[in-house]
């Protein structure tokens, strides 16, 4: 519960980091080369996030074609195991050789 009184809970540090910015809101020597500053970072950020964007885009598009191609060559290598599979078993099971292979 808070009645207004003064929190002597707090420390030095609290205090002496609230007067450096109090003193750096005060600066009116250094106030236009901040915002010079700020607006100038502000169009770096503008600038870079299309190229951001547009080169994550190249690296996704480049990785998502990779995981494609090694998607299809592991269904082929499945589908060619077990089509593999299936003749050797087919050859196992039946009596004449000739009438299995000639099934497909």
Same mark, same amino acid.
């Given at each position: 519960m808070n009645d207004g009184t003064i929190d002597f809970r707090k420390t030095a540090d609290y205090y002496q980091s609230y007067s450096v !910015? !109090?003193? %750096?809101?005060? @600066?009116?020597? +250094?106030?236009s080369l901040y915002l010079f500053n700020v607006t100038r970072s502000?169009? %770096?950020?503008? #600038?870079? $996030?299309? *190229? #951001?964007? &547009?080169? *994550? +885009? %190249? $690296? /996704? @598009?480049?990785? /998502?074609? $990779? &995981?494609? %191609? +090694?998607?299809?060559? &592991?269904?082929?290598?499945?589908?060619?195991f077990l089509k593999q599979a299936v003749f050797v078993n087919e050859v196992r099971n039946t009596q004449d050789l000739y009438k299995s292979l000639y099934i497909a």
């Amino acid at each position: 519960m808070n009645d207004g009184t003064i929190d002597f809970r707090k420390t030095a540090d609290y205090y002496q980091s609230y007067s450096v !910015v !109090v003193r %750096k809101e005060a @600066d009116l020597e +250094r106030f236009s080369l901040y915002l010079f500053n700020v607006t100038r970072s502000a169009v %770096k950020v503008v #600038f870079s $996030i299309p *190229l #951001f964007y &547009l080169s *994550l +885009r %190249k $690296i /996704t @598009d480049f990785q /998502t074609k $990779i &995981l494609v %191609k +090694r998607q299809i060559l &592991l269904h082929q290598n499945l589908i060619s195991f077990l089509k593999q599979a299936v003749f050797v078993n087919e050859v196992r099971n039946t009596q004449d050789l000739y009438k299995s292979l000639y099934i497909a």
